[in-house]
């Protein structure tokens, strides 16, 4: 099945996501993929409430702003 | 032979650098500011194997990238101060993440340790680590850790030693990342460039290289004010457009992703995890309840109001009164000395009251400022603090503000300088900048003083439907404060700190029980350094105010003739309009901005009566109740104490915001004072 690349706030609790890319091109893009959203890193989808996201990248659980998330596309797993 | 050295502790957050520096340095640490930035610098001392050893805490940072202050001030330490050895610390249940500011370090070329902190809840989760390989693989020195229960410290140490002391060259070129031959023909390129055009770099050549290609702020915008560096300017530029062609996407994000890259291969050879490790922990189910959608809130409202609570009966109540009690008397006793002496009434008065009475009012107040911090070590330290962030956050999104700021501003409510102060830990500077702007107008512990007596004056004995009315309007005047907060909030975000950016990333580290040394030594660090601070200012302030009320020579003290007299009497005519344009007003109002808490003493003084019943009756004689109301509402939301504009002054190392927040504070709460007062003649309530 083809899976689309969609951004992080689109994926549902519970499912694995495997990052492509971080758009956007601003200084906190980098930070992002420093802080484990790289690509080909796969992450878990803790928390997607209103409100910002919790996931999981490797054994962290970072909290992460809507508007960030908005920036970062990934695939599900 | 052994001379002194230098260890700089790097690390991420939440990796128990912290603890590991509490423990090397134990007592002997002094905390204070990196300069120019609101970065806190901690350094330490330490004494083994016969060497004096400096220690310093570098900020936790996740890469030594550009992006905060934090990051910026950690690189150049490395880079610029030279210390002989970087400890590493690094989470053991979480390498992959914590290797990334490993290789960025290493990259730099100073000699690194790696401290694998944490064992004891690696081996928790069944996690593996294969220490030789490890040290191999990176070609440096690992020591397992467990910082909390002190193990592992003293090998540490032995080899951070060892190494420092050690001869090497070349260190720069062991550590290369393979970043591809592309990469690494452009690097070459752009050091060529350097060279050819003779310039000079404070960092090393090749690292400066691959951060320009790196995108990195902070070294582009230092490239960038150099002179003669239009050559390498367009070199870069060059270098980037052909990298892109050949790689398919940005260098810079090929360059984290080849750091990954290596780091993967790396942990795929030394750290083994079982799937246990998978499972959801105890954290991800505390998790499930603290930040649920519907209970998140409510309980941190109850957190809240419990260590409110406990501040406030333990803190306030109790100790208080007893430091309170011992002052009174050694202010008795000292006076009846003096007295007995024959000491002149002046300098009598000189010590009883401004130095006892001034010593004793800052350290009546420390006893509910040490609780507060006690508690909210506590809560910071065993990882709650950050799911309140969270769970404020969507509240706070809706009012243009941070879930931090929340948590500073609650902070705030015991003493402004404190709330000012735990602005510290927002991210972003327009979060810092707006948290400590706005929080002046959250009610603190001394203003209640003031409420005290007014309230007790004129509304003890009103009801407002079945309720005290005094306790409604003390209520009330701490919403009045939380609205304006929200509003000034609401604008500087929109107006002044238009379009910085705010960003919400932060990390929930697994809940862990707070060690009783880790939590004291915090508490302690954050109360002293409030008492040095906000202590000595109030204490010279307060004497200030002695001086003024007893000058004229012989002038009877705090009267209408004395200097703090005539100040007042020449402010009142500014509060008429708002109903308290007497010169006893404007003298109260002059000692609150020194120390609210003095407004009290000021007064008694200034009416010739004890604290107490007598006051109030005095009171009753300037003022009306709806006057009482206004000038309480003034209290409110004037200019906080000169103890929170030197915060404010410290924590946005400037004088201009400081200068900005006495007018503005003073601007709103005329206003409101004015419109209160106003409104309440117009609907008849005197």
């Not at chain 2, 302030?541 to 009320?549: A, H, Q, Y």
Request: glycine letters at 10%; aromatic letters at 8%.
């Amino acid at each position: 099945m083809d899976n689309i690349c969609m951004p992080l706030n689109a994926f549902s609790v519970g499912t694995l996501a495997k990052i492509d890319s971080v758009v956007g091109g601003e200084a906190i893009c980098k930070k992002l993929m420093e802080m484990g959203f790289n690509k080909g890193a796969i992450v878990e989808i803790i928390n997607n409430q209103v409100g910002p996201m919790v996931i999981k990248v490797g054994e962290t659980r970072l909290v992460l702003g809507r508007g960030m998330a908005q920036k970062v596309m990934a695939i599900e797993v | 032979m052994s001379k002194d050295l230098v260890f700089a502790l790097a690390g991420n957050p939440n990796c128990g650098k912290t603890s590991l520096f509490n423990d090397l340095t134990g007592a002997k640490q002094h905390v204070g500011n990196w300069p120019g930035v609101t970065v806190e610098k901690k350094e330490g001392k330490m004494t083994a194997e016969g060497r004096n050893i400096t220690v310093v805490d570098l900020p936790g940072t996740y890469s030594l990238g550009a992006y905060s202050e934090d990051e910026v001030v950690a690189r150049d330490f490395i880079l610029k101060e030279n210390p002989d050895v970087v400890v590493n610390v690094i989470d053991a249940s979480n390498v992959e993440r914590n290797l990334y500011l490993t290789t960025q370090i290493l990259e730099t070329g100073v000699k690194v340790v790696l401290a694998l902190n944490m064992m004891d809840e690696a081996q928790n989760k069944n996690i593996k680590i294969e220490v030789e390989k490890l040290s191999k693989l990176l070609n440096i020195p690992v020591v397992p850790t467990t910082a909390v229960k002190g193990e592992g410290i003293k090998e540490l140490v032995i080899a951070a030693i060892n190494l420092g002391e050690k001869h090497e060259e070349n260190r720069v070129h062991k550590y290369k990342i393979d970043y591809g031959t592309e990469v690494a023909k452009h690097v070459e390129k752009i050091e060529n460039s350097f060279k050819n055009n003779n310039i000079k770099l404070e960092y090393p050549t090749s690292w400066t290289a691959i951060k320009l290609l790196e995108n990195d702020e902070f070294i582009k915008k230092y490239i960038h004010e150099k002179e003669n560096t239009a050559n390498v300017e367009a070199e870069l530029k060059k270098s980037n457009d052909l990298l892109l062609e050949s790689i398919g996407y940005d260098v810079d994000a090929f360059i984290v992703d080849k750091r990954y890259e290596f780091i993967g291969s790396v942990v795929k050879q030394s750290v083994k995890r079982s799937s246990e490790s998978n499972k959801r922990t105890l954290s991800d189910k505390i998790d499930s309840i603290v930040t649920n959608k519907w209970l998140g809130i409510p309980i941190f409202a109850v957190i809240m109001f419990v260590m409110y609570q406990i501040t406030m009966t333990i803190g306030n109540g109790i100790l208080t009164d007893l430091v309170g009690r011992f002052f009174d008397f050694l202010g008795g006793w000292v006076g009846n000395n003096l007295a007995y002496l024959g000491a002149p009434n002046l300098v009598q008065s000189f010590f009883v009251d401004a130095l006892i009475g001034g010593v004793g009012s800052v350290l009546g107040f420390t006893p509910m400022i040490i609780i507060m911090y006690l508690l909210i070590s506590i809560l910071e330290d065993s990882g709650y603090m950050a799911r309140a962030a969270y769970v404020m956050d969507r509240l706070m999104n809706a009012i243009g503000l941070h879930g931090k700021t929340a948590v500073s501003l609650i902070i705030g409510t015991g003493c402004n300088v404190a709330g000012v102060m735990s602005a510290r830990t927002l991210e972003s500077k327009k979060d810092r900048m707006v948290a400590i702007l706005i929080s002046p107008f959250m009610s603190c512990t001394a203003r209640l003083a003031i409420y005290a007596l007014f309230v007790s004056a004129f509304f003890s004995n009103t009801k407002i439907g079945p309720f005290n009315a005094g306790g409604i309007i003390v209520f009330g005047l701490y919403v009045l404060g939380i609205l304006v907060a929200i509003i000034m909030g609401k604008f500087f975000s929109s107006t002044v700190f238009k379009g910085e950016d705010s960003y919400f990333i932060m990390e929930l580290p697994p809940y862990r029980v707070p060690t009783v040394k880790g939590t004291l030594i915090h508490m302690w660090e954050k109360a002293g350094a409030f008492v040095k601070k906000a202590g000595t200012i109030i204490l010279a302030s307060i004497i200030v105010i002695w001086v003024l009320s007893n000058l004229p020579f012989g002038v009877a003290p705090g009267s209408k003739d004395s200097i703090v007299g005539m100040i007042g009497a020449a402010i009142a005519p500014l509060f008429i309009l708002a109903g308290f344009g007497t010169w006893q007003a404007g003298i109260a109002l002059i000692t609150g901005f020194v120390a609210k808490e003095a407004v009290v003493g000021t007064m008694a003084t200034i009416y010739g009566v004890e604290e107490g019943s007598k006051l109030i009756t005095a009171i009753h004689g300037a003022f009306t109740p709806l006057s009482a109301l206004s000038f309480m509402v003034f209290t409110l939301l004037y200019v906080p104490c000169v103890a929170t504009i030197g915060a404010i002054k410290r924590e946005t190392n400037s004088g201009k915001w400081a200068f900005i927040t006495v007018v503005y504070t003073c601007v709103v709460a005329w206003i409101t004072s004015v419109l209160v007062f106003q409104i309440g003649k117009i609907i008849g309530f005197n």
